[in-house]
């Protein structure tokens, strides 16, 4: 009788610390809006939420990678959201201003199994999503399809390019290729880019698509325009494979979402344990299968169709093209002032 009761109470104890070991409460996630939202909240909010009843979820968007960041900043004092997804070259800028707060990695098993160009300095929020450049075009009215960034030279496509300039990170992107086209080191200097590319500009409808440039194809306004690939690929689908999407043949750059840790967080336990279920396996795999964007998890089994849609491929891994964000943030001012000077001032 005694040792019943004793193993009962055992139980019991055991029950309790389990249940107190579980995360519980509220946390607000900022991220994209539109199909990012919708794509995310089913492939990892909603489950995680069924893994961890005692957690509610909520979903925050605040704009553009920029915008969430001055968001954050006007709540330094008394913080609302929790974790912040946004691009790496904005997120280095909120790690150095203490916006966000570094990882317990002992909380956050799943960092020994990213990509090591996941892997951000310091101990800060990993890279959670790789997207990459792309072109998109119209496979109805564009045949032969374009293989590359050179191939927009090509008289055919005259006054029907939608090429998205600096400061918006395609434009970084686009700068990188040319001066891979240009057989110079970007990292040394731009000037061959620049010249070909005010070469390019008097061919170049638009250097702002809005609302970009999938729309403005299926719109019948362009018949080529850059992009990224996980969106791409969703309006490839839809369009049933009207729009086309190019990997080219001159590689790629990573665009790198990174998942951080609000500094301040009111519920940081919550918060943490959300960042290493969006990290793990299992919620990498149903978001690139989702929508495309390539794991950071380098353990995550990703179905063969459609690993071979996202740079996770690694015919297409090993075609991408090495970019210090962070080095980025350093040049971004100039960069973009000769865009302005050199490129969209020559059309």
Do not use: C
């Amino acid at each position: 009788m005694l040792a019943r009761a004793a193993l009962a109470f055992a139980a019991l104890a055991l029950s309790i610390s389990v249940a107190r070991a579980q995360p519980s409460g509220e946390i607000t996630v900022m991220a994209y809006a539109g199909i990012f939202q919708d794509k995310y909240t089913e492939a990892v909010i909603k489950p995680f939420m069924a893994k961890f009843p005692q957690v509610k979820v909520n979903y925050h968007t605040a704009g553009n990678s920029a915008q969430m960041l001055g968001t954050l900043r006007a709540q330094r004092s008394s913080p609302q959201i929790d974790v912040a997804i946004l691009d790496v070259s904005v997120s280095n800028v909120g790690n150095k201003e203490g916006v966000f707060a570094k990882l317990d990695a002992a909380k956050v098993p799943s960092l020994k199994e990213l990509h090591p160009m996941a892997i951000v300095p310091d101990g800060f929020g990993p890279a959670v999503t790789f997207d990459h450049w792309v072109l998109v075009y119209d496979a109805e009215k564009v045949k032969p399809a374009p293989t590359g960034l050179a191939d927009l030279w090509d008289p055919r496509f005259k006054g029907q390019i939608g090429l998205s300039a600096m400061p918006n990170i395609q434009g970084i992107a686009a700068t990188v290729l040319a001066s891979k086209i240009a057989g110079e080191d970007h990292k040394t200097t731009i000037d061959g880019a620049m010249k070909r590319l005010k070469d390019l500009a008097p061919s170049v409808q638009t250097f702002d698509p809005q609302p970009d440039g999938y729309t403005l194809i299926l719109g019948n306004t362009l018949t080529v325009a850059s992009g990224w690939n996980a969106r791409a690929q969703l309006y490839h689908d839809e369009s049933k494979q009207r729009l086309g999407v190019v990997f080219p043949k001159e590689g790629s750059v990573f665009q790198i979402n990174t998942i951080n840790l609000v500094a301040g967080s009111k519920n940081a336990e919550a918060a943490t344990a959300f960042i290493e279920y969006a990290l793990g396996r299992e919620a990498q795999k149903r978001f690139t299968e989702t929508m495309f964007y390539a794991p950071t998890n380098a353990k995550a089994e990703i179905a063969p169709a459609a690993a071979s849609r996202t740079a996770a491929a690694p015919a297409n891994m090993a075609r991408m093209i090495a970019l210090d964000w962070d080095w980025v943030t350093t040049i971004r001012d100039g960069w973009n002032n000769r865009w302005r000077r050199e490129v969209i001032a020559g059309r």
